[in-house]
T-cell receptor
């Protein structure tokens, strides 16, 4: 049973518009959530994180929102750029070593 | 360039054979991890090590073993490979547990 779910396998957005990537989780014990970005034939790279005690964290064009009551988080990318085209994974962590990743959403930003 | 090196980049292996995937990091990170990535399932944690000399089981440890004799190296061994272990394997490290991880570029392993 997946504790972190990304129900949209793909998303297509026009350059300059907002990209919204969604993630749902079932485990209320997660302490942190992270977003990773992955290009083909490369390992994932860390993008942004949020503590479970926060509801928003912003870093440049990337903002992560956490809704604990709905067990939902989202990553907003504004404005989207073609270089943002990649697979995005969300992950939840608890007890230091319990990492659970979603299945990923492939973002395509069209020029 | 500092980072994580995985070897080999890809391998085709007969079922029943023993295989060790190598992982080396030069960032002096305390924690290291092994994941497998399968279509539709994302990354699943196989084993982890919080610091040299210690290891722990992740979500899918069966059929795999690890060792952490020093800070830099964290090899993953398949004692007797089975086709269900066909996957892409990623090694990762972090300065301390609970920190964002740095990933290697992966090893694509096919078991026939």
């Amino acid at each position: 049973d997946q504790q972190v779910k990304q129900n949209s396998p793909s998303l297509s957005v026009q350059e300059g518009r907002i990209s919204i990537l969604n993630c749902d989780y079932t485990n209320s014990m997660f302490d942190y959530f992270l977003w990773y970005k992955k290009y083909p034939a490369e390992g994932p790279t860390f993008l942004i994180s949020i503590s479970s005690i926060k509801d928003k964290n912003e870093d440049g064009r990337f903002t992560v929102f956490l809704n604990k009551s709905a067990k939902h988080l989202s990553l907003h990318i504004v404005p989207s750029q073609p270089g943002d085209s990649a697979v995005y994974f969300c992950a939840g962590i608890y007890n230091f070593n319990k990492f659970y990743f979603g299945s990923g959403t492939k973002l395509n930003v069209k020029p | 360039i500092a980072g994580i090196t995985q070897a080999p980049t890809s391998q085709i292996l007969a079922a029943g054979r023993r295989m060790t995937l190598r992982c080396t990091q030069d960032m002096r990170h305390n924690a290291m991890y092994w994941y497998r990535q399968d279509l539709g399932l994302g990354l699943r944690l196989i084993h982890y090590s919080n610091t040299a000399g210690t290891t722990g089981k992740g979500e899918v440890p069966d059929g795999y073993s690890v060792s952490r004799a020093n800070t830099d190296d964290f090899p993953l061994t398949l004692a007797s490979a089975v086709p269900s272990q066909t996957s892409v394997y990623f090694c990762a490290s972090s300065e301390t547990p609970n920190q964002p991880q740095h990933f290697g570029d992966g090893t694509r392993l096919s078991i026939l």
